[in-house]
């Protein structure tokens, strides 16, 4: 039995589970919101939800996509006893998530939060290029036009918090200099590209697109500034193996085993390590490449 | 030495007198010049400079031309000192995930089905498409959705007979209830008693004409649409046959309730049972570059094709018609379009298949 955690209208998860109909594999599909009891029957582990009832012996594989398994905590009137219930519940509930990562897997619910400053050191020191980088609290040491900024966190979605505002964090140019100090920001040398590359990394493949965002000054600097009219150009490409094979000394050292992964071209023919998330979206380039990537994924669990 | 990389998400189609261009990324295609073609294939073979070099002065001015168009239009782009070798070519596989993609249903009794929805324990069918000859109610279409809850089944097309008690109140309840209805069509319309702005979840069409099930097949320009599943499927099964399955008014089981052939009944036999009788799935690899003046056209990636009403010219070593479908108005030798049904060399076949001959 697959176990998926996902989330529950995630589009990419329904694509991969109409090929398991085609491989006739058993799953479970877990929302967001499901939370869980332990239980115990037979002396054998079983998660209890609205939706699910299984115990966890017979999961061979997980695909960690979105959310994760959560737990119903319970609450007790002692403090004392809630104290020491807690604690137990948390080792019990540890126990539960890391039995599950044990197994044949997709990405892990206990390392799913990536760390933007982390990543980019082990890139740096599995020898991958990556553009200057820093944090600042000001702007006095950036050069204007050529410095970009970008979010620290990862999660790009935030809810709209301005009108006309969508919501997703971009990357843009600085061009002018701010007067007062502002919270520690993630500044970085701004790398003039011939074309960007995104990648799909699933144990030890590659899977690449170069996007043709140059030509276009509205997905210059961030090509998730989609251009309706005119889309990018998609096109499959190979990297060179060194560069695949860092990549797969970083999603190790990482202990990421499925992630989409952003490369820069320069115009000077180097290769500039920009991210990796492992919960990216990856369904694009599966359909504009024909790499069939879900129909992998599917076959892998 | 420049060299001219073609993106490898734009297909070139020759034709036996022009070029579709087909941009499998913006989802458009364009009509060239076999000139702009042969151009191409040299663009492959020597740098820029050396093509140039080729021809004498006058034609090296279009050549420029017809590259600063390629340049333009962002169909490929330019490396120097060689091609760029890292951009693969795209793959023209064709994978999809539905064991059926497509049932045509020719409905009279809604029994029929129930027999499809079992049938989805063990098969996975898409799409719907569902042609019914007598009027429909709400509570009949109301029931559709709910016959198809919980299985794989995405979407739901229907073709029905317009009468009076389709209001505005009608069509927002099927709209409020129904999650797989994406297209209602209705025929016999002759005046409405509905609003055509409401808001409404599916896309809602009317038509005067009484439709029959025999109105399929024709192959136009407006039906023809540039994306890259429907280019991968042509470019390597039929792209009307291929996944499709169709139940006729009788509830005889064929590829397409229009075809001759079928394989048993939905009364007494399965789904299941028919895919695996051998010959069910005879036309389902047959491209369009083995059918007879089709191999010669440059719409063939793009074409709808019709396996039902052909000419009836050809057929090739295991039986199959490999004939141009008889509703084309097109003419690949000439690039001209002209009314299919006026055409006395068509005469013959639609006698055959009972169509009226227009004078």
């Known amino acids: ?301 | 030495m420049r060299y001219f990389n073609l993106f490898s998400s734009v297909l070139l189609t020759k034709g036996a007198s022009r070029i579709l261009i087909s941009d499998l990324e913006r989802n458009v295609s364009e009509l060239q010049s076999l000139d702009l073609y042969n151009l191409t294939e040299d663009l492959k073979l020597n740098s820029i400079e050396d093509v140039i070099k080729e021809y004498d002065r006058d034609s090296g001015e279009i050549i420029n031309e017809y590259i600063a168009f390629l340049l333009e239009n962002e169909y490929g782009f330019i490396s120097h000192n060689n091609w760029d070798n890292s951009f693969n070519q795209l793959s023209f596989n064709y994978d999809s995930s539905d064991v059926i993609s497509n049932l045509f249903l020719e409905l009279d009794n809604f029994s029929v089905l129930h027999k499809i929805r079992s049938a989805m324990d063990t098969i996975d069918i898409r799409y719907l498409v569902i042609y019914s000859i007598r009027q429909l109610s709400k509570e009949e279409l109301g029931e559709l959705d709910f016959i198809f809850e919980n299985t794989p089944l995405e979407g739901i097309e229907i073709y029905c007979p317009y009468y009076d008690q389709i209001n505005d109140a009608f069509l927002s309840y099927l709209s409020d209830t129904s999650k797989r209805i994406y297209k209602l069509v209705l025929y016999n319309c002759d005046t409405i008693t509905f609003s055509t702005n409401e808001n409404l979840k599916f896309s809602l069409e009317y038509t005067k004409d009484y439709i029959t099930i025999k109105n399929c097949g024709i192959v136009d320009l407006k039906y023809f649409n540039t994306n890259n599943s429907k280019i991968f499927e042509s470019k390597n099964y039929n792209s009307c046959l291929f996944k499709k399955i169709g139940i006729d008014i009788d509830g005889n089981i064929k590829n397409c309730p229009l075809m001759p052939d079928h394989f048993g009944n939905i009364r007494n036999t399965s789904l299941e049972k028919v895919l695996e009788m051998a010959g069910f799935k005879k036309y389902w690899n047959l491209t369009k570059d083995h059918i007879e003046i089709c191999k010669d056209c440059e719409f063939r990636y793009i074409c709808t094709d019709c396996r039902a009403f052909t000419e009836k010219t050809h057929q090739n070593k295991e039986g199959l018609d490999t004939s141009k479908p008889l509703k084309c108005g097109y003419d690949p030798y000439t690039g001209e379009w002209s009314e299919w049904s006026t055409n006395p060399l068509k005469e013959k076949a639609m006698r055959y298949y009972d169509f009226k001959i227009k004078q």
């Open chain 1, 1 to 301: 039995m697959i176990l998926i955690l996902s989330a529950n209208k995630d589009f990419t998860t329904n694509e991969v589970i109409k090929w398991l109909h085609i491989f006739d594999k058993k799953y479970i599909r877990v929302h967001e919101f499901e939370l869980f009891e332990i239980k115990v029957i037979d002396k054998k582990i079983l998660l209890e939800s609205q939706r699910n009832s299984f115990y966890i012996d017979d999961i061979n594989s997980v695909w960690f996509r979105r959310g994760g398994i959560k737990f119903n905590r319970l609450q007790f009137q002692n403090e004392s006893v809630n104290k020491i219930m807690d604690e137990t519940q948390f080792c019990l509930e540890d126990y539960v998530i890391k039995k599950l990562e044990s197994k044949r897997h997709i990405n892990k619910q206990s390392n799913n939060r990536t760390n933007k400053l982390l990543i980019l050191e082990k890139a740096v020191a599995v020898g991958l290029d990556v553009p200057t980088y820093f944090l600042a609290d000001n702007t006095d040491h950036i050069n204007l036009g050529k410095t970009i900024t970008k979010s620290i966190s990862e999660n790009i979605m935030v809810k709209s918090a301005f009108d006309d505002f969508d919501g997703i964090l971009y990357t843009s140019i600085i061009d002018k200099h701010e007067d007062e100090v502002f919270f520690p920001t993630f500044f970085q040398e701004k790398i003039e590209k011939e074309f960007e590359i995104r990648c799909f990394y699933l144990n030890g493949k590659v899977w690449s697109c170069a996007i043709f965002s140059q030509n276009d000054e509205q997905t210059k600097i961030d090509n998730r500034i989609y251009n309706y009219g005119k889309p990018n150009r998609n096109v499959r490409y190979t990297l060179p193996p060194e560069i695949h094979h860092k990549i797969c000394i970083l999603m190790t050292e990482l202990d990421y085993n499925c992630g989409s992964i952003d490369f820069i071209k320069s115009i000077d023919g180097k290769f500039y390590f920009l991210e990796v998330n492992p919960v990216g979206q990856f369904l694009g380039i599966s359909d504009i490449c024909n790499y069939a990537l879900e129909k992998e994924i599917a076959d892998y669990l």
